[in-house]
């Protein structure tokens, strides 16, 4: 569904007026802005690849792994994701505290204490997303959600595809941010 204006799309997305995004996805159902709304202003590519990489994993998991994953998943996808932003607003998140756990991450999207918390967490699950790629393989993320398409929570999906229990996950996810924020 492409709309002509950002308030019809915001409005199908959320019900309200424009809530600053160009894309979202329900599952088989893709929104997004018309290319010829704002032209120039979005990267229309990056917004596609985002939302399609969500209607593969939401019908892979049957909707049922964690945002902050298929989030990071999502991101992984795009070519220019944040751009020179999102580095100095991890370098800002660690410094303030403003990291939140891999265990507690869907909270960045769904609960953010403000904008900067919630583009953070994009930012922070597409590198654990990234640093288990690295560490593990690709082979291993679609084992994963295999798992959730099981209908196995986090936490046991986890364990039995990476053998990483929710500390361990939690500190993978700390040193992948750490690195980051010295590249």
């Not at 894309?23 to 990056?46: D, Q």
């Not at 989030?71 to 939140?100: F, K, T, Y």
């Not at 959730?148 to 999906?157: C, D, H, L």
Request: hydrophobic share 45%; with cysteine; charged share 20%.
């Amino acid at each position: 569904e492409l709309f002509p204006a950002n308030d019809w799309f915001a409005a199908r997305i959320s019900g309200t007026p424009w809530i600053g995004i160009t894309g979202g996805c329900f599952g088989r159902v893709i929104a997004a802005e018309s290319p010829r709304v704002n032209p120039g202003t979005s990267h229309r590519t990056e917004v596609l690849l985002h939302e399609i990489t969500h209607a593969i994993n939401l019908q892979q998991t049957d909707r049922k792994l964690p945002m902050w994953l298929a989030e990071g998943l999502a991101v992984q996808e795009e070519h220019s994701a944040g751009g020179p932003m999102w580095p100095a607003l991890l370098r800002r998140g660690i410094a303030v505290g403003d990291l939140l756990p891999v265990s507690n991450l869907n909270s960045g999207f769904t609960r953010a204490k403000n904008m900067a918390q919630r583009q953070l967490a994009y930012y922070q699950a597409s590198l654990v997303v990234a640093e288990l790629k690295k560490r593990y393989g690709f082979d291993k993320v679609l084992a994963l959600l295999a798992k959730f398409g099981q209908g196995k929570k986090p936490a046991e999906a986890f364990q039995e595809v990476y053998n990483l229990d929710v500390a361990a996950l939690d500190a993978l996810g700390m040193d992948a941010w750490k690195a980051a924020s010295k590249a």
